[in-house]
């Protein structure tokens, strides 16, 4: 059983003593001594949660509680995955991209989803991921689920019984997936918000510059109030200068009143284009982003998989999206893992640590950090409604990860691969499951 650098007992009391903590990730610090946005805390865990958090070294340790002395490992809550594609995950073996671009993953995806997506081939995928998600460290994930007509059926059943199977390790969310021309056909919407309501998730799609976006958007906004979902976007996943879908929904949220219709936070993923846009839309752009209440979701590894990709030529454009910008507007800003080891992103394995050192290098998290550590804890936990996720603070569980690395470049220069994750209190076994366990699904 691995379970991480840490040698936690089995002791249900406990003080991890001497903690480096992300400021912006748990309450009170603007008291506390501050260096690189971190600070010094010991932490008391009593019975599965978290009963105090106070500076390192101010509160003596009470009779019955066990001192763990961390020497100053850096310790997150649980991450929160905003946006990932479980159905979708580990089909690379037997479908790769032919050559990396957006439209090769489109067509992968689409000929090994009619060949192989049966309930038990996703359900053995997804099953996979979460058990890597889990054994990093993530404790909320949201899920968009391809969501064509003949797929509905076959995915969402299995997306409610694992939300079942994994309730206490991994909060499930899930976002209904398909084209915004799929949208627009007759009795889809009613029918997926039928299925969405019934299985617990949300309604969602892929915009695009379609001659049906705007009164698909109409559609999807209206049947979304009516049903009580809430709304979670594919935008703009392109280079395109010429594609302003983002700045559509913005407006259609504004004219729907949707900040105030109790539904939640909108969430917009990719919104690529905007990079590549002249500033006078950009600033008319995040206007009506900011207006409209919007949270924006980055997923800038697989973004930068595909954008820009054009053979025998070097990328020039990173492919992300303009958050330091964002942020700036109050709009709240995320990263999350995306797609994993298919026709979409070749690589990754739900670890939200990688997403969030990646999106340092790529995004300029740094210098200073701030509290984008909270682009991947907090904010995505505030966004989609992870009641109790992202922050260290007394009476949430005592779900945390900690890691050997003691300050930003000592945590972002390796993978941390001997972390230890404590879940209710206890450390969990962080062994990862083997890919050859996927085996029978290619032979």
Same mark, same amino acid.
């Given at each position: 059983?691995?379970?991480?650098?840490?040698?936690?007992?089995?002791?249900?009391?406990?003080?991890?003593m001497?903690?480096?903590?992300?400021?912006?990730l748990?309450?009170g610090?603007?008291a506390?001594?501050?260096?690189?946005?971190l600070?010094?805390?010991?932490?008391?865990?009593?019975?599965?949660?978290?009963?105090?958090?106070d500076?390192a070294?101010t509160v003596?340790?009470?009779p019955?509680v066990?001192?763990?002395?961390l020497d100053?490992a850096?310790v997150f809550?649980?991450?929160?995955d905003?946006h990932t594609?479980?159905?979708k995950?580990h089909?690379?073996?037997?479908?790769?991209?032919?050559?990396g671009t957006?439209p090769?993953?489109?067509?992968a995806?689409?000929?090994?989803?009619a060949?192989h997506?049966?309930?038990?081939?996703?359900?053995?995928? +997804?099953?996979?991921?979460?058990?890597?998600?889990f054994?990093?460290?993530?404790?909320?994930?949201?899920t968009?689920?391809?969501s064509?007509?003949?797929?509905?059926e076959i995915?969402?059943?299995v997306f409610?019984?694992?939300?079942e199977?994994?309730?206490?390790r991994?909060?499930?969310?899930?976002?209904?997936?398909? @084209?915004?021309d799929?949208?627009?056909?007759?009795?889809?919407?009613?029918?997926?918000?039928?299925v969405?309501?019934?299985?617990?998730?949300?309604?969602?799609?892929?915009?695009? +510059?379609?001659?049906?976006?705007?009164? @698909?958007?109409?559609?999807i906004?209206?049947?979304?109030?009516e049903a009580?979902l809430?709304?979670?976007?594919?935008?703009d996943?392109t280079l395109?200068?010429g594609?302003?879908?983002?700045r559509?929904?913005?407006?259609?949220?504004?004219?729907?009143?949707?900040?105030?219709?109790g539904l939640?936070?909108?969430?917009?993923g990719?919104?690529?284009?905007?990079?590549a846009q002249?500033?006078a839309?950009?600033?008319?752009?995040?206007?009506?982003?900011?207006?409209?209440?919007?949270?924006v979701?980055?997923?800038?590894?697989?973004?930068?998989?595909?954008?820009?990709?054009?053979?025998?030529?070097?990328p020039?454009?990173?492919?992300?999206?303009?958050?330091?910008?964002?942020?700036?507007?109050?709009?709240?800003?995320?990263?999350?893992?995306d797609n994993?080891?298919?026709p979409?992103y070749?690589?990754?394995?739900?670890?939200?640590?990688e997403?969030?050192r990646e999106a340092?290098r790529?995004?300029?998290?740094d210098?200073?950090?701030?509290?984008?550590?909270?682009?991947?804890?907090?904010?995505?936990?505030?966004?989609c409604?992870?009641?109790?996720?992202?922050?260290?603070?007394?009476g949430?569980?005592?779900?945390?990860?900690?890691?050997r690395?003691?300050?930003?470049?000592?945590?972002?220069?390796?993978?941390?691969s001997?972390?230890?994750?404590?879940?209710?209190?206890?450390a969990?076994?962080t062994?990862?499951?083997?890919?050859?366990?996927l085996?029978?699904?290619?032979?």
């Amino acid at each position: 059983m691995g379970s991480g650098f840490l040698a936690l007992t089995a002791a249900t009391r406990y003080r991890l003593m001497d903690a480096t903590v992300p400021a912006s990730l748990v309450d009170g610090p603007g008291a506390w001594s501050t260096r690189d946005d971190l600070v010094r805390a010991d932490i008391l865990v009593l019975d599965g949660v978290v009963a105090g958090v106070d500076a390192a070294g101010t509160v003596p340790t009470a009779p019955g509680v066990v001192p763990v002395l961390l020497d100053g490992a850096m310790v997150f809550p649980c991450f929160v995955d905003a946006h990932t594609h479980l159905d979708k995950g580990h089909i690379w073996p037997r479908t790769p991209n032919p050559d990396g671009t957006f439209p090769g993953a489109l067509a992968a995806v689409a000929a090994d989803r009619a060949a192989h997506w049966s309930a038990a081939d996703v359900e053995a995928r +997804m099953s996979f991921a979460l058990k890597s998600a889990f054994a990093y460290g993530t404790a909320a994930i949201r899920t968009h689920i391809d969501s064509l007509p003949a797929q509905i059926e076959i995915s969402w059943p299995v997306f409610a019984a694992l939300r079942e199977a994994w309730r206490g390790r991994i909060d499930l969310q899930a976002s209904s997936l398909c @084209g915004i021309d799929v949208a627009v056909e007759e009795g889809y919407l009613p029918r997926i918000a039928d299925v969405a309501k019934r299985f617990g998730g949300g309604l969602g799609c892929v915009t695009y +510059m379609s001659p049906n976006l705007p009164g @698909g958007l109409e559609a999807i906004f209206r049947t979304a109030r009516e049903a009580g979902l809430p709304l979670d976007f594919h935008v703009d996943e392109t280079l395109d200068p010429g594609a302003h879908s983002l700045r559509l929904i913005a407006e259609a949220a504004i004219r729907h009143g949707w900040s105030s219709a109790g539904l939640g936070r909108i969430v917009v993923g990719h919104c690529c284009s905007l990079s590549a846009q002249p500033e006078a839309e950009v600033q008319m752009t995040l206007d009506r982003v900011a207006e409209a209440g919007l949270a924006v979701v980055s997923l800038p590894m697989c973004n930068m998989y595909l954008q820009d990709r054009r053979a025998g030529l070097t990328p020039r454009r990173r492919g992300v999206t303009l958050l330091h910008e964002m942020k700036a507007r109050g709009i709240p800003v995320m990263v999350a893992s995306d797609n994993t080891r298919d026709p979409f992103y070749a690589y990754g394995d739900l670890d939200m640590l990688e997403t969030y050192r990646e999106a340092t290098r790529i995004l300029h998290f740094d210098h200073p950090v701030g509290d984008w550590p909270r682009a991947a804890t907090a904010t995505p936990a505030e966004a989609c409604g992870f009641a109790g996720r992202g922050r260290i603070a007394p009476g949430t569980a005592a779900d945390l990860v900690v890691f050997r690395g003691r300050c930003w470049t000592e945590l972002l220069s390796r993978p941390q691969s001997d972390r230890t994750v404590i879940r209710a209190g206890r450390a969990i076994d962080t062994t990862l499951p083997d890919y050859r366990d996927l085996d029978t699904l290619w032979s």
